[in-house]
Nanobody, 125 residues
Framework: FQLQASGGGQVHSGGSLRLSCVVS????????VAWFRQAPGKRREGVSC?????????YAEHVKGRFTISRDKANDTTVYLQMDDLKPEDTAVYYC??????????????????WGQGTQVTVSS
């Protein structure tokens, strides 16, 4: 798969952004797509994941209720991460990736799937 992430930017605390991940090179029907982030000096962490066929989702505890992962309803080529009520601690480079383990690896901050380039999210107080 090839993945292209976009939608990052700079917002104030409490603001919103929607990240998009366009995936090509195969059917997403039987895979999971995940979002990760890495802040300077910190370990990469899994943020959210969606199993495309089952529509099952997972969120890291500290983004629950603020972030929403979804897939394009018209096709299975785009996955979104709606981020609301952003906080300065959400500042990081965000990456999307496929997760062959159906989100299990995402929970540990890892994936052996394919990765897109990152998109910077900066939240100022």
């Amino acid at each position: 798969f090839q993945l292209q992430a976009s939608g990052g930017g700079q917002v104030h605390s409490g603001g919103s952004l929607r990240l998009s991940c366009v995936v090509s090179g195969g059917s997403l029907r039987y895979v999971a797509v995940a979002w990760f982030r890495q802040a300077p000096g910190k370990r990469r962490e899994g943020v959210s994941c969606i199993i495309m066929l089952a529509k099952t989702t997972w969120y890291a505890e500290h983004v629950k209720g603020r972030f929403t992962i979804s897939r394009d309803k018209a096709n299975d080529t785009t996955v979104y991460l709606q981020m609301d009520d952003l906080k300065p601690e959400d500042t990081a480079v965000y990456y999307c990736a496929t997760d062959p383990s159906l989100c299990a690896a995402t929970m540990t901050g890892e994936s052996r799937g394919d990765w897109g380039q990152g998109t910077q999210v900066t939240v100022s107080s």
